[in-house]
């Protein structure tokens, strides 16, 4: 799969994401949410953002690679965090810089109530 990044002149250039990603190819992979806990199922990291933000990343590369896909491949992101405050983002950010590295995909950031 090709992907294509835009960041539109007009719209401020983001650190951590793409605004735009047009992907072209045959080959569409759907992942569930992945979360911070191990193989057996264990919570990883409790009351550490960073241990669970890596765990949760390390998940999502596992679960690309049973599909032969890889995160450079990834147009699009949606995390969710329980309870989520603006000096949390530090945090997921080491663990998603991990896989993507220099890779940017389009990305949302939502914080739930728990």
Do not use: C
């Not at 090709?2 to 401020?12: I, Q, V, Y």
């Not at 995160?71 to 603006?86: C, G, H, M, N, W």
Request: without cysteine; hydrophobic residues 40%.
């Amino acid at each position: 799969m090709t992907l294509e990044r835009l960041n539109p002149r007009d719209l401020p250039t983001p650190q951590m994401y793409t605004h735009v990603i047009v992907a072209s190819g045959s080959k569409l992979v759907f992942v569930a949410g992945q979360v911070a806990e191990d193989r057996q199922g264990n919570l990883v990291g409790p009351e550490d953002l960073v241990v669970q933000s890596r765990q949760a990343f390390a998940n999502l590369g596992r679960a690309l690679a049973s599909a032969g896909a890889r995160p450079e491949q990834v147009s699009k992101l949606t995390i969710f965090v329980v309870d989520y405050r603006a000096e949390h983002l530090p945090a997921i950010e080491q663990g998603q810089l991990a896989p993507f590295r220099d890779h940017k995909p389009a990305d949302t950031l939502v914080g739930v109530k728990h």
